[in-house]
Structures are given as structure tokens and as C-alpha cells.
Nanobody, 122 residues
């Protein structure tokens, strides 16, 4: 049972940046897919980004070029650098472990963090 704890959310102005962190309770080097999802008010949960153990990354189209996912297996950490934030990026962001990637299809993993709120507003 992998426990995930997110941090780094908060209030930021449009155009600003935030870096989210996800700390895992176990060694993530054996976990292929690590990723981030988000859920905006009144909307469904949606994929933000996923990173595989070989470093391959996938992003949702609206985040490509603005967000960057990374992982540090030695520290059991996953990060999401978010730049040029927009009001529509406002959401609760969740770390997810155990994602499966099949081409362009990404399936959610079994393990979730509690989420961290990101609010983009002036």
C-alpha cells in the first residue's frame, strides 16, 4: 500500500508558477507510472501528466509546454512544475501511483494522495 502526500498548492496570480510535490511512502523505482490528475469545481477528474520509470512523459494537451513532470526515485518524490498558470488551472491536484500507459491511453493507478488545492486568481 503506497501512501502519497502532496504539497505545494496555494493561491497564485495568473501567469505565475507553482511547484507541486508528491512524497511516496515506498520506493517508487519499482512503480512504472507516476502522475498527476486534477479536478476542477463541477468537473470530472482529468489527467494532467504521467511519467514512466524510463522518464517518458505524457501530458494533457492544455498543459503541454506549460507544465513539467519529473521524478526522483532516490527520494521517492514526484514533482509537477506549473508555469504560466491560468484561472482555468484552478483545481485540486492529486498524485497517483501505478498508472498504466498504452500508447495514448492512460489508466489510473490504484494509489492516490489526498490532493492539494491550486487556485489561480488575481
Amino acid at each position: 500500500q503506497v501512501q502519497l502526500v502532496e504539497s505545494g498548492g496555494g493561491l497564485v496570480q495568473p501567469g505565475g508558477s507553482l511547484r507541486l510535490s508528491c512524497a511516496a511512502s515506498e520506493n517508487i523505482s519499482n512503480i512504472d507510472g507516476m502522475g498527476w490528475f486534477r479536478q476542477a469545481p463541477g468537473k470530472e477528474l482529468s489527467l494532467v501528466a504521467v511519467i514512466r520509470s524510463d522518464g517518458e512523459t505524457n501530458y494533457a494537451a492544455s498543459m503541454r509546454g506549460r507544465f513539467a513532470i519529473s521524478r526522483d526515485n532516490a527520494k521517492n518524490m514526484v514533482y509537477l512544475q506549473m508555469n504560466t498558470l491560468k484561472p482555468e488551472d484552478t483545481a485540486v491536484y492529486y498524485c497517483n501511483a501505478g498508472l498504466k500507459v498504452y500508447g495514448q491511453t492512460v489508466l489510473q493507478g490504484r494509489f492516490w494522495g489526498q490532493g492539494t488545492q491550486v487556485t489561480v486568481s488575481s
